[in-house]
């Protein structure tokens, strides 16, 4: 079946701008984690969705972050006020398991903040 | 603090040879340890995984080498070939006690296989 999809692939914004990025997980995985990866660096886990239930943000570095996936299925991550060092990409990644130990990850969103 | 070490950060290797990365670990918490490869501007994909009570697991041409006692882990690639070029992150994981088994990735070690 399809994988992990994300939109936009890739995204510019300027500095101070509001962006959302979209995750649309495998179908039928109720978990679902959103990651940070720097330019030449491994993804940093930012945060974990159970179902709809976010039970875990401790990864979100500041609340400009902030991530929802209300129907349990599609995960949007929303960063406010755009600064130049969120400029990363960011992956998702959903597992059919609970706590989601084997996980899949989507290609990922470019963001350049100018 | 780096969780995961991997090194070495890239690796040249002539084709039809082996590569091997090198991961060690700090928390012995951690209880799985995936290994992932990633093409430029793909997400990445799981290769091989293995849990601690396990000394070495095989699939096709990648083994994963484990050392509890030393904690340190390994990949090894047989037979390498142009098409395995790409990066490649060990990780680690356990539960967070928040209900999810987020993974601490290494830094990656970027290989090439030349003909």
């Known amino acids: 079946g399809a994988g992990v999809s994300q939109s936009p692939r890739y995204k510019v914004a300027k500095r101070g701008q509001d962006v959302a990025l979209r995750c649309d997980p495998i179908?039928?995985?109720?978990?679902l984690f959103w990651y940070q990866q720097a330019l030449g660096q491994g993804p940093e886990f930012l945060t974990y969705?159970?179902?709809?239930?976010?039970?875990?943000k401790s990864g979100l570095p500041s609340d400009r972050f902030f991530a929802e996936r209300p129907e349990g299925s599609v995960s949007t991550l929303k960063i406010q006020r755009t600064q130049q060092e969120d400029s990363a990409v960011y992956l998702c990644?959903?597992?059919?398991?609970?706590?989601?130990?084997?996980?899949?990850f989507g290609p990922g969103t470019r963001l350049l903040v100018l | 603090q780096q969780q995961v070490k991997q090194s070495p950060q890239s690796l040249i290797v002539q084709k039809g040879g082996i590569s091997i990365i090198n991961c060690a670990y700090e928390?012995?918490?951690?209880?799985?340890f995936p290994w992932y490869q990633q093409f430029p501007g793909k997400g990445p994909a799981l290769l091989i995984a293995?849990?601690?009570?396990?000394s070495e697991k095989k699939e096709g041409r990648f083994t994963i080498s484990f050392n509890k006692s030393a904690k340190q882990f390994s990949l090894h690639i047989m037979d390498s070939q142009p098409g395995d070029s790409a990066t490649y992150f060990c990780?680690?994981?356990?539960?967070?006690?928040?209900?999810?088994?987020?993974?601490?990735f290494g830094k990656g070690t970027k290989l090439s296989v030349i003909p």
């Open positions: 990644a959903s597992s059919m398991m609970l706590g989601g130990e084997t996980q899949y």
């Open positions: 969705f159970q179902n709809e239930a976010q039970l875990d």
């Open positions: 179908s039928g995985h109720v978990s």
């Open positions: 990780a680690a994981t356990l539960n967070s006690g928040a209900g999810s088994y987020q993974l601490t």
């Open positions: 928390n012995t918490a951690f209880d799985y």
């Open positions: 293995i849990r601690p009570d396990v």
